[in-house]
T-cell receptor, first 113, second 111 residues
Framework: EADIYQTPRYLVIGTGKKITLECSQT?????MYWYQQDPGMELHLIHY???????EKGDLSSESTVSRIRTEHFPLTLESARPSHTSQYLC????????????FGSGTRLTVV | GEDVEQSLFLSVREGDSSVINCTYT??????LYWYKQEPGAGLQLLTY?????DMKQDQRLTVLLNKKDKHLSLRIADTQTGDSAIYFCAETKAAGNKLTFGGGTRVLVKP
């Protein structure tokens, strides 16, 4: 059973629409991350949060924004979607486990037409 | 800056061993990971190794770390068709820091 959930799994939307990708976790982890994965497979960190009311931009500049009002939720919003935003978006969390690894959600595959 | 590199593609016959290689540039890397991504799915943590270790074995998986050459490898013994996926190596300087991922290696297992 997944401990981190992303919705929707797939989304096709028209240019100019506002969208919010949801990410929720039940593990109580403080650290959460959003990655954008392009068709060439590379993962690019676009946002991260180290706890409630903490959000930071990642290594890749993104027109999206995030919020962290509650520990469990880390939604990502695009105010005006464009075809260049077509990608897979992966949410991850990181807890206190010794391995220090991430737990990833299943991803949202976004297509902007 | 930090950089993690992997070869793009590996083809292997079912039953053979697979070896996926990764190089990194940050000598202060502390934790190194291997993730597996199946089609349409998120990333699954396969295994990890601390920088003070040379080798770690977990069932069919063997991780080798050459810290001097900054080289990490993942060996999959008796490769199965279900092992076909994209494999990412990743590194971080300390638990709690963000991970830096390689570009991924697509492994295709042929019957």
């Amino acid at each position: 059973e997944a401990d981190i959930y992303q919705t929707p799994r797939y989304l096709v939307i028209g240019t100019g629409k506002k969208i919010t990708l949801e990410c929720s976790q039940t593990m109580g982890h403080d650290k959460m991350y959003w990655y954008q994965q392009d068709p060439g497979m590379e993962l690019h960190l676009i946002h991260y949060s180290y706890g409630v009311n903490s959000t930071e931009k990642g290594d890749l500049s993104s027109e999206s924004t995030v919020s962290r009002i509650r520990t469990e939720h880390f939604p990502l919003t695009l105010e005006s979607a464009r075809p260049s935003h077509t990608s897979q978006y992966l949410c991850a969390t990181r807890g206190g486990e010794r391995s220090g690894g991430y737990t990833f959600g299943s991803g949202t595959r976004l297509t902007v037409v | 800056g930090e950089d993690v590199e992997q070869s793009l593609f590996l083809s292997v016959r079912e039953g053979d061993s697979s070896v996926i290689n990764c190089t990194y540039t940050d000598s202060s890397s502390t934790y190194l990971y291997w993730y597996k991504q199946e089609p349409g799915a998120g990333l699954q943590l396969l295994t990890y190794i601390f920088s003070n270790m040379d080798m770690k074995q977990d069932q069919r998986l063997t991780v080798l770390l050459n810290k001097k050459d900054k080289h990490l490898s993942l060996r999959i013994a008796d490769t199965q068709t279900g092992d076909s996926a994209i494999y990412f190596c990743a590194e971080t300087k300390a638990a709690g820091n963000k991970l830096t991922f390689g570009g991924g290696t697509r492994v295709l297992v042929k019957p």
